[in-house]
C-alpha cells in the first residue's frame, strides 16, 4: 500500500515526464497507416490530470458583430446590372440620399421647360428694379454727382432662350414637348410669361412624371429676394422669380417652385434646372452643394433641413444667394451664353469639367468688367466690384465625374 508521502512524491514525478514531453506527435489520420501507439513520443495522460485553461468549461466562442455601413454606402442589387441600387443603409433622414447613378441612355427625355423674359414693357412704363441689393449695387458702380443714374430694367433673354431650346433638341427632346414662354407680342396669351402661365406649366412638366424620365427646366429673368417666413434658409432670405406681372400678381417664391418641381419627381427621374437670374443660388431649394467637391470656390450652404424628393434634381445657376447675374445685348446672359458655349464645344463632359469650365471663363468676363468699372470710376472713389460664381446644387449626392446629361 502506498503511502500520502509516497503519492505525493509519484504525483511530482509524473508531473515531471509531463514536463519533459510537452510536444507530442499529432495522431495520425485515417488516409495514412496507423503508428506504434507503444513509442515513447507517446505518452498516456491519466484522466485526473487536467489544464488549469478548461478547469471551468470549455471556452466560449462569441460570434463576431456585424460589418458596420456607413450611411452613405450602397449595396449592389443584381449581379447582372453591376450597378448599385438607390437604397442605403441609414437612420432617417430629413432627405433621400445615395441617388443611383445617371448615365447617359438610363433616362429618356420627356419634357422641357424654357422661360425667357425681357421686361420690355417695364422700360416702357419707366419702371425700375424692384431688387433693392441689385439697385445698390447698380448705383455704387455707376456714381453720378447728386443724382440717381437711369437703371435699365430691360434684360436680352430672348435669343438665349431659343438657343437652349436647340440644346436641348439636340440631346432628343421632341418638339411637341417643348414650350417656350417668352413676353413676345407675337406669341400668344398661354405663352406669355404671367405668374398664372408659370405656375401652370410648372405643373405640367412634372405632371404624371414616371420612373426613368428626364426634365429640362430653363429660366432667364430677374430674380429677387424676400425675407424667409418658415426658417428653412440660413441667410434669412428666400429667393424669388419676377413673373412679367410681378408688379400686380407678386413674385414667385423658392418654397412653391421646389413644391410644384421638385417634390413630385419620382424614384429615378431626372430634373436639370438652368437658372440666370440674380440671387439664383438656391432658387431650386436643393439641399447638397457640389461647389466645394468641383472647384476652389465654395458655395454657402443652404440650410433647407425639411427638403425631401425620391427623383434627382440638379440645378446649374448662375450665381450664388447675395451676387448679382450679369447680360450684355451682344451675347445676353453671361452665364447661358458660356452655358451652351461650353456645352456644345465638349457634349460628353463630366458636371465637374462643365462646372469649372464655365468659372474659368465666367472669371474672364469679371475681369473685364471690374476694369470698366476702376477706369471709369471718379476720382477719389472707391468703386464696388462686381463677382459672379456660377453654382451646382443637387438634391442627392452623385458622381460629379459621369457625363452630364441635360
Not at 447728386?146 to 435699365?152: H, K, L, M, V
Not at 405643373?203 to 429677387?224: I, N
Not at 468703386?383 to 446644387?393: C, D, E, H
Amino acid at each position: 500500500m502506498l503511502r500520502k508521502g509516497n503519492v505525493k512524491k509519484l504525483w511530482r514525478k509524473l508531473r515531471g515526464i509531463l514536463g519533459r514531453h510537452r510536444e507530442v506527435a499529432n495522431v495520425t489520420t485515417s488516409n495514412t497507416a496507423p503508428q506504434d501507439l507503444s513509442s515513447s513520443a507517446y505518452v498516456s495522460i491519466p484522466a485526473p490530470v487536467r489544464l488549469r485553461k478548461y478547469a471551468k468549461g470549455p471556452p466560449i466562442f462569441k460570434r463576431p458583430p456585424p460589418p458596420l455601413i456607413r450611411r452613405s454606402q450602397t449595396l449592389p442589387i443584381s449581379k447582372d446590372e453591376g450597378e448599385r441600387s438607390s437604397l442605403t443603409h441609414q437612420r432617417p433622414s430629413t432627405f433621400y440620399e445615395g441617388t443611383p447613378k445617371f448615365e447617359v441612355g438610363t433616362t429618356k427625355p420627356c419634357r422641357a421647360l424654357i422661360i425667357g423674359i425681357n421686361y420690355g414693357d417695364e422700360a416702357s412704363s419707366g419702371a425700375r428694379s424692384t431688387c433693392a441689393r441689385c439697385r445698390s449695387k447698380m448705383i455704387s458702380n455707376n456714381p453720378a454727382s447728386g443724382d440717381e443714374p437711369d437703371i435699365s430694367f430691360v434684360l436680352h433673354t430672348h435669343d438665349n432662350a431659343r438657343e437652349m431650346k436647340k440644346l436641348i433638341q439636340a440631346q432628343g427632346y421632341e418638339e411637341r414637348n417643348i414650350r417656350l414662354l417668352l413676353d413676345d407680342p407675337t406669341l400668344g396669351d398661354e405663352m406669355q410669361p404671367t405668374k398664372a402661365n408659370l405656375m401652370a406649366n410648372f405643373k405640367w412638366l412634372v405632371e404624371g412624371a414616371t420612373s426613368q424620365d428626364r426634365f429640362f427646366f430653363y429660366y432667364a429673368g430677374h430674380g429677387g429676394q424676400t425675407p424667409d417666413l418658415d426658417g428653412d434658409e440660413a441667410d434669412g432670405l428666400d429667393e424669388t422669380i419676377l413673373p412679367i406681372d410681378h408688379r400686380t400678381n407678386g413674385e414667385i417664391v423658392d418654397d412653391l417652385i421646389h413644391e410644384i418641381l421638385i417634390k413630385p419627381l419620382p424614384v429615378r427621374s431626372r430634373l436639370t434646372g438652368v437658372i440666370d437670374c440674380c440671387h439664383s443660388g438656391t432658387i431650386l431649394d436643393l439641399p447638397i452643394t457640389q461647389c466645394d467637391k468641383a472647384a476652389p470656390q465654395v458655395g454657402q450652404r443652404p440650410k433647407l433641413t425639411h427638403r425631401n424628393t425620391l427623383g434627382s434634381a440638379v440645378s446649374f445657376s448662375s450665381c450664388t444667394d447675395d451676387e448679382l447675374a450679369w447680360d450684355a445685348p451682344a451675347v445676353g446672359g453671361w452665364f447661358t451664353h458660356l452655358f451652351i458655349k461650353e456645352f456644345q464645344r465638349q457634349p460628353q463632359q463630366s458636371y465637374r469639367q462643365l462646372l469649372n469650365n464655365i468659372r474659368y471663363s465666367l472669371g474672364t468676363y469679371v475681369m473685364f468688367k471690374n476694369k470698366e468699372i476702376i477706369e471709369s470710376s471718379a476720382k477719389n472713389t472707391t468703386p464696388v466690384l462686381i463677382s459672379q460664381t456660377a453654382q451646382l446644387y443637387s438634391a442627392h449626392h452623385f458622381d460629379l465625374d459621369s457625363p452630364c446629361v441635360l
